[in-house]
């Protein structure tokens, strides 16, 4: 299969083409709240990052301007945890959360194009995208669920729940969606649809796992990338919030099952305990970059970092893709 072959549904290049042609992957950033926690923001709250786009939003968008200078090609949104549902416990009616869902695209959008502006002009350079999040329910329930599944929603009213804040994502002038930490079928499902329904749209899913074969529900990684990678509208089907154990089979998985291209961002190797809102630091890993490379060799072809990594560890891995240059032809 040719890289040429992979086109949006109104046959243009989709939007890690470029990126893939010049060095073989495309790069994402890493983590926010690990960021914005060293920065001095509290994050102590059902919002999580969305926290600092009410009182800080500031701090965010240099959040995006440090993972652009470190060589990030893809910023994503700070909206993993701000929902409609969640804005209005903090007395947000519809309108201003549907502002403080913009503010946030606008953020990484002002940063990509502040970048962009400094640095495009350099031979070879391809001006960087911004992704917002579509983070899942579980996220917005703050319970620790996106790493298990176990929902009382059925599909249709994880569409339904979904469909505000989708909607708005899909308007806001990203370039396209970054549906994550999916831990089931049926919230993936329920994406799809609102995809269908916004036919304009192109977007990448990302499961959360909770080994190296099957989502955080139980379900088979494997069934799922080849039925979400199936779908017109869908960039990239992988995982992300996962430890980086796992990653080489999954990547493997999903290559012999969808065309799509594969995304992985992993965590930095941490376990986080959900119960109780920490993390255990685990086995020492190896660095970013080394695992990074072997999840390339596996397949991946847009890669980054969820937990506990940093601008550090973006920029290390862009500094290696930069000195060995990775071969751009799709791994079969």
């Known amino acids: 299969m040719s890289d040429d072959s992979l086109v949006t549904p109104h046959d243009t290049p989709e939007p890690f083409a470029s990126f893939i042609a010049q060095r073989g992957v495309a790069l994402l950033d890493g983590a926010l709240a690990t960021e914005l926690e060293a920065l001095g923001a509290d994050l102590r709250d059902p919002l999580w990052s969305a926290r600092v786009l009410l009182e800080q939003p500031a701090m965010i968008r240099e ?10 090609d893809v910023a994503i949104t700070a909206t993993y945890q701000a929902t409609f549902d969640g804005l209005a416990r903090r007395g947000l009616d519809a309108r201003a959360a549907a502002d403080v869902l913009q503010l946030a695209v606008q953020l990484a ?16 350079a391809v001006r960087p995208l911004v992704a917002a999040s579509v983070g899942p329910y579980g996220a917005f329930l703050a319970d620790g ?16 729940w979904h469909a505000p804040r989708f909607e708005v994502l899909a308007r806001s002038g990203a370039d396209l969606l970054a549906c994550e930490t999916i831990p089931c079928g049926a919230e993936a499902r329920a994406l799809l649809r609102l995809l269908d329904a916004n036919p304009d749209s192109r977007a990448w899913v990302s499961f959360s796992a909770r080994d190296g074969a099957h989502v955080s529900s139980g379900e088979s990684f494997a069934e799922l990338a080849a039925e979400v990678g199936a779908h017109p509208q869908v960039v ?16 493997r998985a999903a290559r012999a099952v969808t065309r799509a291209r594969i995304i992985v961002y992993p965590n930095s190797g941490e376990t986080y ?5 920490r993390w255990d630091a685990g086995a020492p890993c190896a660095p970013f970059e080394d695992n990074a490379l072997t999840w390339i060799e596996a397949g991946a072809t847009i890669v980054g970092g969820c937990c506990r990594t940093s601008p550090r560890d973006i920029r290390a891995l862009h500094e290696r893709v930069q000195r060995v240059p990775l071969s751009a032809t799709p791994h079969s």
Request: proline residues 5%.
């Open 63 to 72: 959040v995006h301007d440090a993972y652009f200078a470190a060589g990030a």
């Open 109 to 124: 959008r002002d940063s990509r194009d502040a970048h962009w502006a400094a640095h495009g002009g350099r031979p070879g």
């Open 145 to 160: 669920s996106e790493y298990r599944g176990d929902y009382a929603l059925n599909e249709d009213a994880l569409a339904a």
């Open 236 to 251: 990239a089907v992988g995982v992300n919030c996962t430890a980086p154990a796992f990653i080489p089979s999954l990547v």
């Open 273 to 277: 305990v959900a119960g109780e809102g």
